[in-house]
């Protein structure tokens, strides 16, 4: 199993971010895959989820700002992140959505300032 994700950078209160995960070495399109996002010294938190079919489920927190789409066919799935806020700022990780594997990759930084 490979998960990479990428996409995160530095943006102001009110921007967008769009992640990508890139993953390889399973069934993406039967997996149910999710974001999941750490803050240093805090547990990882999922943040958002889809299925294979591409039904979605979304923290609370992050409800209505982020959506998160996938593209069987690519083995790949997105994050887009709008009206990010301070406290959306994290290293974001992909992984199975409801089961994590023990491989979490490097993850992408996410950094929002007010």
């Known amino acids: 199993v490979q998960l990479q994700a990428s996409g995160g950078g530095s943006v102001q209160t009110g921007g967008s971010l769009r992640l990508s995960c890139a993953t390889s070495?399973?069934?993406?399109?039967?997996?149910?895959m999710g974001w999941y996002r750490q803050i240093p010294g805090k547990q990882r938190e999922l943040v958002a989820l889809?299925?294979?079919?591409?039904?979605?489920h979304y923290d609370d927190s992050v409800k209505g700002r982020f959506t998160v789409s996938r593209d069987n066919a690519k083995n790949t799935m997105w994050l887009q992140m709008d009206n990010l806020k301070p406290e959306d700022a994290a290293r974001y990780y992909c992984?199975?959505?409801?089961?994590?594997?023990?491989?979490w990759g490097r993850g992408t930084q996410v950094t929002v300032s007010s």
């Open positions: 992984n199975h959505g409801t089961n994590p594997w023990s491989i």
């Open positions: 070495g399973f069934q993406f399109s039967s997996k149910v």
């Open positions: 889809i299925t294979g079919g591409g039904t979605t």
